[in-house]
């Protein structure tokens, strides 16, 4: 069993930039890859980024390549995201995501357990 838990959400001003933690409780974290996804009001749940269970491999949605790094600290249990350069369109609810195996994936059906979720808004 993994729990996560996120943080680091907030309003920001386009252009500006935050960093979401997701401290993950349990054994397996080591083991899992791990992945970082997104809602807006009445839209579908999107990847935004993943990584292996390594920290070794890491993919992004195209939307956020180039502004957006996925990282993880082992000795903390914890996989971050650093957002620079946010848009509006950047603005959803965060989910941190882990699945019981080693490879990074970008679907979301994937995951075996999930955050609760920390809203990011970002104004014009």
């Known amino acids: 069993q993994v729990q996560l838990v996120e943080s680091g959400g907030g309003l920001v001003q386009a252009g500006g930039s935050l960093r979401l933690s997701c401290a993950a409780s349990g054994r397996t974290f080591s083991n899992s890859a791990m992945g970082w996804f997104r809602q807006a009001p009445g839209k579908e749940r999107e990847f935004a980024a993943t990584?292996?269970?390594?920290?070794?491999?890491?993919y992004y949605a195209d939307s956020v390549k180039g502004r957006f790094t996925i990282s993880r600290e082992y000795a903390k249990n914890t996989v971050y995201l650093q957002m620079n350069n946010l848009k509006p369109e950047d603005t959803a609810v965060y989910y941190c995501?882990?699945?019981?195996?080693?490879?990074?994936?970008?679907?979301?059906?994937?995951?075996?357990?999930w955050g609760q979720g920390t809203q990011v808004t970002v104004s014009s």
């Open positions: 990584i292996s269970s390594n920290g070794g491999r890491t």
């Open positions: 995501a882990a699945r019981t195996g080693s490879w990074p994936s970008t679907d979301y059906h994937e995951y075996n357990y």
